[in-house]
């Protein structure tokens, strides 16, 4: 076994699902950060666990021909991309990978008959996110603004995240300086002391249309005016300044409150031919290119003809609900978060539709009752958060018998999961695309078509 310490030159095998490079030493994995599958190096060990390790790549000896120089200068120190030392379609292969893995080891699928197609990539996959959301901090008696050193809560700055949106990016900056010579304080997690704690940009893919967010400390905003009117004079395409006050010692982001400070409660944007109204606490999704190409793939999976019954369970603000609701005869859309709700109405009737109904609760007890007075639905699509479907909610799809179960997942494992639930419940999953939302990250997002035996 490894001890600590100790240098072993090894072949890398595998990649984990965190992007890490994974060897083994005497039939016991070894984990090291940057390595690839086909790299042979020298690695100390730094951790030893039960039955595996975790080490530090020393050199590398042979190189992956998949290996490219990261093109971000600050990969190393800000952690939020995994991935940047592969290549672009060795990242799209991997995350195919990761999936196949998955579905075969905890979905115990039979990848004979269940198609794992090709990871869905992007043409440029770089400035894609729409939003930025940094902790402020201060270094010699200035603002930082940018993120986290990895394991550990120093700020770094950073002037420009190459998997960000430039325009997020400018305002971010601009708006640190012009807060820096009002003389704004930053927020102290140590002391809980100061005011400014994060800025947060939403950008309109389409529209153009911009959201800043101050999260503060307290509720009062010194200079408001002022500063206001010289942030609005420098960029005309912020339509919306909010304050959210966070008072509370706590990694969480927003607090409760939220007062408008300029302009509108939101933002607007389009994915395909629908508008959504944007507010600053509700989800949505961070690349809305690949958020296209997702729901697309959703709606085709659904094989709506117009005159189906769907439920959306974890609709968020109502986006694939309103995508499917173009197509279906009547949506109805299920969402644990109130506000998300109130704004998938407002979402709807944006757009003039008037076949999709919203619910607040949590999907594992609305659709349960729902089933129970009697609704039924031919199609249900589901895109829960990273610790997948409830067992009660998966009981209620294998007790009503839909036609076709589309899901939409962020966490393969649990989709696994989920899967051999509902093979054993009676259906039969079709076909499983990965599209990648997250270019550079280790995250991997995939849609698959569930239908009943
Ligand atoms: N389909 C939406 C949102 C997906 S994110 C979109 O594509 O934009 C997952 C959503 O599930 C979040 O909005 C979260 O608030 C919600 N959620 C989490 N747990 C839930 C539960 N038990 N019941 C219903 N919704 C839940």
């Known amino acids: 076994m490894y001890k600590k310490n100790e240098y072993y030159n090894v072949q890398f095998e595998d990649l984990t699902h965190d992007g890490a490079g994974v060897a083994k030493v005497d039939g016991f994995p070894i984990f090291v950060q940057g390595a690839l599958p086909d790299e042979k190096g020298k690695i100390k060990v730094i951790k030893v666990k039960k039955g595996f390790a975790f080490g530090r790549l020393m050199e590398l000896t042979e190189q992956s021909k998949e290996r490219q120089d990261a093109p971000c200068p600050i990969y190393k120190q800000c952690g939020g991309c995994q991935l940047q030392h592969l290549s672009y379609q060795g990242q799209l292969d991997y995350k195919q990978k990761q999936v196949k893995d998955v579905l075969k080891r905890i979905g115990k699928l039979d990848l004979e008959k269940v198609k794992v197609h090709p990871t869905l990539g992007m043409e440029d996959p770089w400035n894609y996110r729409n939003k930025a959301q940094v902790p402020v901090g201060e270094r010699e008696g200035g603002l930082v603004a940018g993120f986290y050193q990895q394991r550990s809560h120093?700020?770094?700055?950073?002037?420009?995240?190459?998997?960000?949106?430039?325009?997020?990016?400018?305002?971010?900056?601009?708006?640190?300086?012009?807060?820096?010579?009002?003389?704004?304080?930053?927020?102290?997690?140590?002391?809980?002391k100061g005011w400014l704690r994060h800025i947060i940009v939403r950008y309109g893919y389409v529209s153009g249309q911009m959201m800043l967010v101050f999260v503060t400390k307290t509720s009062d905003f010194p200079h408001t005016k002022a500063l206001l009117q010289e942030i609005t004079s420098q960029f005309s395409m912020i339509r919306s300044i909010v304050q959210n006050v966070n008072s509370k010692r706590t990694n969480v982001i927003f607090g409760e409150e939220t007062n408008v400070l300029f302009g509108s409660e939101y933002i607007y944007d389009k994915i395909g031919d629908i508008e959504f109204a944007i507010s600053a606490r509700s989800f949505y999704q961070v690349n809305p290119e690949q958020t296209r190409v997702l729901y697309d793939k959703a709606l085709e999976y659904a094989e709506l003809t117009g005159e189906e019954s769907v439920i959306d369970a974890y609709c968020g603000i109502g986006t694939i609900s309103l995508f499917l609701a173009q197509k279906a005869k009547q949506v109805f859309g299920v969402e644990i978060v109130p506000e998300a709700i109130e704004d998938a109405k407002r979402n709807a009737e944006l757009n003039g539709m008037s076949n999709a109904e919203f619910a607040v609760g949590q999907a594992e007890e609305v659709i349960p009752t729902w089933y129970k007075e009697g609704n039924k639905a031919e199609v249900i699509v589901v895109d829960p958060p990273r610790k997948g479907c409830d067992e009660a909610l998966l009981q209620t799809i294998i007790d009503m018998k839909p036609k076709r179960v589309v899901y939409v997942s962020c966490n393969p494992s649990t989709l696994a999961r989920d899967l051999h639930i509902l093979e054993q419940g009676g259906f039969e999953t079709k076909e499983v695309q990965p599209v990648d939302m997250f270019p550079h990250t280790s995250h991997v997002e995939t849609v698959a078509l569930i239908e009943l035996k």
């Open 154 to 192: 120093e700020i770094i700055n950073m002037e420009r995240c190459l998997i960000q949106q430039a325009e997020n990016d400018h305002v971010v900056q601009a708006v640190k300086e012009i807060c820096e010579r009002f003389g704004i304080k930053a927020y102290d997690e140590k002391k809980h």
